[in-house]
T-cell receptor, first 114, second 112 residues
Framework: SAVISQKPSRDICQRGTSLTIQCQVDSQVTMMFWYRQQPGQSLTLIATANQGSEATYESGFVIDKFPISRPNLTFSTLTVSNMSPEDSSIYLC???????????FGPGTRLTVT | SQKIEQNSEALNIQEGKTATLTCNYTNYSPAYLQWYRQDPGRGPVFLLLIRENEKEKRKERLKVTFDTTLKQSLFHITASQPADSATYLCALGRNSGYALNFGKGTSLLVTP
């Protein structure tokens, strides 16, 4: 298993600004994922962030809006750029250890854009 | 289009009974299916994984079935307890790797 922390846990931001969310894992993992969970909706995968390669974005998500960094095997950041109220959501990171397919999730970052 | 459907209505059951949650999917051929538990304000927690060539999987009071012909998974919690109250998410794995597609989840409330 893996223990994941995220910072910040919540934030209120103004329209047009950017927020960077950090995800820290207590062990080295190859695969990290970023999800969005909008109110009443399912978790939606934003991108897969593997160390040593560019993030792979899902349909509907672009790098200019959600740039991701993955500098090492225990850390990643997701930036939500030029925010609008529609970006208000919970953002979660998760990891897969590679031994099996299950994922371990962080506690999430609750973002409100005003 | 691909869809994962879970009962949107909350499931209310009495303590000690068996809770059964349903996950139906269309336009998918998942290599595996997973169930997660999510409590308010927390990230999902992995419970069980079942592969496409498996019919049933058990773990303590939990049981998952997977019918690829019906395109359905059933998730059972036997001898349910109030501590089992949470939202349960179904997630389908893609053939190409570890990425998951999630259903919206079903809220379970177990009353004493």
């Amino acid at each position: 298993s893996a223990v994941i922390s995220q910072k910040p846990s919540r934030d209120i931001c103004q329209r047009g600004t950017s927020l960077t969310i950090q995800c820290q894992v207590d062990s080295q993992v190859t695969m990290m994922f970023w999800y969005r969970q909008q109110p009443g909706q399912s978790l939606t995968l934003i991108a897969t962030a593997n160390q040593g390669s560019e993030a792979t974005y899902e349909s509907g998500f672009v790098i200019d809006k959600f740039p991701i960094s993955r500098p090492n095997l225990t850390f990643s950041t997701l930036t939500v750029s030029n925010m609008s109220p529609e970006d208000s959501s919970i953002y979660l990171c998760s990891v897969a250890t590679g031994a099996a397919y299950e994922q371990y999730f962080g506690p999430g970052t609750r973002l409100t854009v005003t | 289009s691909q869809k994962i459907e879970q009962n949107s209505e909350a499931l209310n059951i009495q303590e000690g009974k068996t809770a059964t949650l349903t996950c139906n999917y269309t336009n998918y051929s998942p290599a595996y299916l997973q169930w997660y538990r999510q409590d308010p304000g927390r990230g999902p927690v992995f419970l069980l994984l079942i592969r496409e060539n498996e019919k049933e999987k058990r773990k303590e009071r939990l049981k998952v079935t997977f019918d690829t012909t019906l395109k359905q998974s059933l998730f059972h919690i036997t001898a349910s307890q109030p501590a089992d109250s949470a939202t349960y998410l179904c997630a389908l794995g893609r053939n190409s790797g570890y990425a998951l597609n999630f259903g919206k989840g079903t809220s379970l409330l177990v009353t004493p």
